[in-house]
């Protein structure tokens, strides 16, 4: 009786973890290269992004930035759009291309203009993108 007792316990055991692991593969976030992203993260501050878009879930002037990336968002022409790499690339060079529904149109494209030389290369816009990425 005992060994037929074990041999539930073990498999309610690996099926508890087998159904953590998948929760846990589910909630992972995507991959991040963790040095890039603390790069974008000073990046963000620096460029002033912080001041229209929280990180935090806070409403702002711009859309909340945690939680976005690979998440499907409604467009002001009532079209949808997954926020991948692709789509945040375009929105931080080219703000005005997809507008968030609810969102004002020339507001982030008025005030990155001083930044957009600096935003424009690769290296500061991988970064940003990455730190988007990051936020969970």
Same mark, same amino acid.
């Given at each position: 009786?005992?060994?037929?007792?074990?041999?539930?316990?073990?498999?309610?055991?690996?099926?508890?973890?087998?159904?953590?692991?998948?929760?846990?593969?589910?909630?992972?976030?995507?991959?991040?290269?963790?040095?890039?992203?603390?790069?974008?993260?000073?990046?963000?501050?620096?460029?002033?992004?912080?001041?229209?878009?929280?990180?935090?879930?806070?409403?702002?002037?711009?859309?909340?930035?945690?939680?976005?990336?690979?998440?499907?968002?409604?467009? @002001?022409?009532?079209?949808?759009?997954?926020? @991948?790499?692709?789509?945040?690339?375009?929105?931080?060079?080219?703000? @005005?291309?997809?507008?968030?529904?609810?969102?004002?149109?020339?507001?982030?494209?008025?005030?990155?203009?001083?930044?957009?030389?600096?935003?424009?290369?690769?290296?500061?816009?991988?970064?940003?993108?990455?730190?988007?990425?990051?936020?969970?």
């Amino acid at each position: 009786m005992s060994r037929v007792l074990l041999v539930l316990l073990v498999v309610v055991s690996l099926g508890a973890f087998a159904a953590c692991r998948q929760e846990e593969q589910k909630a992972a976030p995507p991959n991040v290269n963790a040095e890039l992203a603390q790069r974008g993260k000073e990046l963000f501050g620096k460029y002033a992004c912080n001041t229209c878009h929280s990180t935090t879930g806070q409403a702002g002037i711009g859309p909340a930035l945690n939680g976005i990336y690979g998440k499907q968002v409604k467009l @002001d022409d009532g079209s949808t759009v997954t926020r @991948d790499d692709a789509y945040l690339r375009e929105s931080i060079l080219n703000p @005005d291309a997809k507008i968030v529904a609810g969102y004002p149109k020339g507001s982030m494209a008025n005030f990155i203009q001083p930044y957009l030389p600096e935003l424009q290369k690769e290296e500061n816009l991988s970064a940003l993108v990455e730190y988007i990425k990051s936020l969970q």
